[in-house]
């Protein structure tokens, strides 16, 4: 059984997986062949600090979590 952190990491990674890649291109940084797993990892770390992620993604607070993937993903 998975957790509610998981399932909500899950529903929004296909939903923003493209922009964090592009906001870490525009950076310089070349997303590694892992790239998915490691946007999964920075996922469910912030998944606590936005409790409404899932309606988040929606709005212009979309750009602050892609910025903050952005600085915790090890790439």
């Known amino acids: 059984?998975?957790?509610k952190s998981e399932a909500t990491m899950e529903m929004v990674l296909p939903l923003i997986i493209t922009d964090?890649?592009?906001?870490l291109e525009d950076l310089g940084v070349h997303p590694p062949e892992d790239f998915t797993e490691r946007v999964r990892a920075a996922l469910l770390k912030?998944?606590?600090?936005?409790?409404?992620?899932?309606?988040?993604?929606?709005?212009?607070?979309?750009?602050?979590?892609?910025?903050?993937?952005?600085?915790?993903?090890e790439v």
């Not at 964090?20 to 906001?23: F, L, P």
């Not at 600090?49 to 952005?70: R, V």
């Open 1 to 3: 059984m998975i957790s």
């Open 20 to 23: 964090v890649m592009q906001a």
């Open 46 to 73: 912030i998944v606590p600090s936005y409790p409404n992620l899932e309606q988040d993604i929606w709005t212009p607070k979309k750009e602050e979590i892609i910025q903050h993937l952005c600085k915790i993903i």
